[in-house]
């Protein structure tokens, strides 16, 4: 049997668990190429064995492919596509993993050569760790893998990425575009934005060694995602501009009307926003397990 | 050697974990009395050894007290020192655990009676759990617990609390007040509200169900203070005023500059907004392990 020419593009956290799990999942079946700009990050990959081969040319990566998953930020993704989409074969599928759909369907199916097949995705697998060293083979197990088929060109291509997405164990489900950037903005993109904003709070204080003392689990925790990848993070925000501001400006007014109950010393409404908030998330948490 | 007699006033999270630590530290030394409106959270505590005796009667609970732990939500302390102030004994030591620590102690020194000493306190061990079901003997353990001697009334009295704290395998530091509930505030106050607040973003959503499939990490963690006790929160707004709606204000500054930087498609402004916020939370939180 033939085996399936897989091409990963950016052998980060994602691209480089991708290798992994289908390596780990079953090594005879795929031949993986690692595309990558770093030599360091494609040793990392042969030596960790997320990959059978690494090349740092794209072309080169990418002409013998019947399946290339794109993980590098979300701006690079379309550019690497106009660069790629004269060498590829018929009947190729390009896969990406970049958190905003829209923005990127937008344009690829502008650029998509024909007979060459494109399937949007989104992994809900992000960490704070970035990079090859951070890449897991399990990163995906029992975590949401949504697929767009709406903006995707094909239905059976869809149902080829869907088939190597269940062997890294991640749970696969559909959503609209909008829908997904749309939620996508206020599970994820917000907080990020909310989480670095955070931080730079402590600009604001003249005492960083006190502040030091107190950071304690809480500030920990909630700012964790502010020790994301900057590039990406950068990316993100400016290919989902209008559903990551709407959200921020009613994250401002939220926050407003809790200046105003702290100002009039509202108890009873402070309570209100305290108790929905756990009993919303508590909920929510549950169900996501 | 007469035994030290502790009362604990109030068994949550860190009632309870106050009362399991010494008594584990060292056994025989004490006498430790919990008091607590709720009969099913005394005999937990009697059943869990975090007491050797449990009463709901403030009064009869502290006659006897060498040393008194105030653990409730804020806005109890000060009504509970007035309650019990005519029954204490000479010499007796009140502390409390209150994540605000000026407007206890503006209280509090009004109404000590003479001979009753005031030591102002402040262990930074929350978790979203609470109540005397999640109380840990090892909660402290390399936490920082603060001292605040400026508003305390007795060097003396400051020097016991920190030998019996120190049992707790907290590490002992002390503070300013201002400097406290400035810091309090940046650090834990307004990431426990921005927590909350991002919750009720899925309020101005209408496909929950959508939002769930989205909830990763990244939203769990952001948010996991989100799900504290209500009743503590709304008492620490209302406790610290002035320092939560100056940091909300900064942060809402924050947020319009990113909005700003979003419509505009800056990405060199927020690749600078999310990698400073990287270097410094990466510089903090190995700072603070």
Redesign the interface.
């Known amino acids: 049997m033939k085996k399936l020419n897989i091409t990963i593009i950016g052998m980060g956290l994602i691209g480089g668990s991708i290798g992994l799990a289908l390596k780990e999942a079953d090594p005879d079946r795929f031949f993986i190429t690692a595309v990558a700009t770093r030599t360091a990050t494609l040793e990392l990959a042969l030596e960790r064995k997320a990959a059978d081969r690494a090349i740092v040319d794209l072309t080169e990566g990418v002409v013998d492919a019947d399946i290339i998953f794109i993980c590098t930020p979300v701006?690079q993704i379309v550019p690497i596509v106009e660069k790629i989409a004269p060498f590829l074969k018929q009947g190729t599928i390009i896969t990406d993993v970049g958190s905003t759909k829209g923005y990127i369907a937008d344009r690829i199916n502008h650029i998509l050569p024909p007979g060459v097949f494109y399937v949007s995705g989104h992994p809900?697998?992000?960490?704070e760790q970035s990079g090859m060293q951070a890449a897991d083979s399990h990163l995906f197990i029992n975590?949401?893998y949504?697929l767009v088929p709406e903006v995707s060109t094909s239905t059976e291509a869809v149902s080829t990425v869907a088939e190597l997405i269940a062997l890294t164990g991640a749970k696969i489900?559909t959503?609209k575009v909008e829908?997904?950037d749309?939620?996508?903005a206020?599970?994820?993109h917000?907080?990020?934005?909310?989480?670095?904003?955070?931080?730079?709070?402590?600009d604001?204080?003249h005492?960083?060694e006190?502040?030091?003392?107190?950071?304690?689990?809480?500030?920990?925790?909630?700012?964790?995602?502010?020790?994301?990848?900057?590039?990406m993070?950068?990316?993100i925000?400016?290919t989902n501009?209008r559903a990551?501001?709407d959200?921020?400006?009613?994250?401002?007014a939220?926050?407003?009307q809790?200046?105003e109950?702290?100002?009039e010393?509202d108890?009873q409404a402070?309570?209100t926003?305290?108790?929905?908030?756990?009993k919303?998330?508590?909920a929510?948490?549950n169900?996501?397990l």
């Open positions: 701006l809900m697998a992000g960490l975590k949401w949504i489900t959503m829908d997904h749309r939620c996508a206020v599970i994820s917000v907080p990020h934005v909310a989480a670095a904003a955070m931080v730079h709070l402590l604001f204080s005492d960083m006190e502040s030091l003392k107190l950071a304690g689990g809480g500030f920990r925790d909630t700012t964790r995602i502010a020790s994301s990848n900057a590039d993070w950068s990316d925000c400016l501009p990551i501001t959200s921020l400006q009613n994250l401002r939220i926050l407003s809790v200046i109950d702290i100002e010393g108890r402070l309570h926003f305290f108790s929905i908030a756990k919303r998330r508590d929510l948490i169900a996501s």
